[in-house]
Every structure is written in structure tokens, then in C-alpha cells.
């Protein structure tokens, strides 16, 4: 009897530790992470990642999944949101596009912290693509660290020399 009981107590632990579907939230950067730039016309950032297949993010007592189509299109999201937060127009000269893909997100669990890696690919209007990579190490939880490797991304391509000369051109 006391078996049972046992298995029966058990069962509800063991079912959370199954799979999270992953859909990004923003990690509010605060003023001043990106310095503000200039930016001469409009800017359309367009997520350049078809891929919908099922990905493992993360994987310890329990599975983070997703898909990079939905992380893109996250990164996407807050970039554009940053550019017209940090952009200063100083001209209505012309139309610029930016294009993301995010190829890697990963979390491996350290002893003490999650360390976490992002690739993806920036492709500038004029034609040059830029491959970035970002690792970051953080305390805190999947979810946060997740997140944060996104906004750090951002971050990434806004300080990029080669960006931010597109943006004022």
C-alpha cells in the first residue's frame, strides 16, 4: 500500500519534470546598454529564419524547446524596438533593412550558473552579412538566461561599427 501511495505521489513530480515550450519574452535592456546612433531614413528589420522545426534549447531535469523561427522573430522584435528607441533620424534620406536569423541558442547548466551561446546572422540592406556569436553567464533561471542571450544580441548588433554606418548612411 505505501508503494503505491508513493507512485501515485510521485507521478505529479516526475510530469514536471517534462518539456517547456520556450516562447521568448523581452528582457528590458535599461537607458544607456545601447548608446544612441544616428539613423538616416527608415528602418525595416525583417526576420530571415524559416525553420519551425522543434529545437532543444536546454536540457537538465527537464527540456527547453522551441523553434528558431519564434526566437528570430523575438530578436526581431526587440531590435526593431531599440533602434527606434536609441535611432536618432537625422534625415528621411532613404529605406534601410536589416535581416536576422538566429542559427544557435543554446544553455548548458554549470555548477554554479548557466553559461549560453547565440549565432545568428545580421544581413545589412547593402548586401554585407555579418556572423555573430554571443556567450553570456548567468545565475539566474533557463528562462531569464534565454532571454537575456536575445537582449545581448541586440545589444550586439546595435554597437557593431558596420551597423550602426549603415543606419547613418
Sequence with gaps: ???KL???ALVPLLQACGTFDYKPKEYVLSDGRIPPFQVAGTVQVINLQPSTESTIFFSGAAEWRGDYKRV???LRWQLDKEIQKNGTKHSAASQKSIGVKV??????KRAFHFSSDIDFTVQLG???ALEKHVTQYSPSDVWTV??????L???EILTDPDVKKYLAE
Design 72 to 74: 528570430t522573430e523575438h
Design 146 to 151: 534565454l532571454d537575456g542571450t536575445l537582449a
Design 1 to 3: 500500500m505505501l508503494k
Design 6 to 8: 508513493l507512485l501515485v
Design 126 to 128: 547593402s548586401g554585407l
Design 153 to 155: 544580441g541586440v545589444i
Design 103 to 108: 542559427s544557435k541558442l543554446s544553455v548548458t
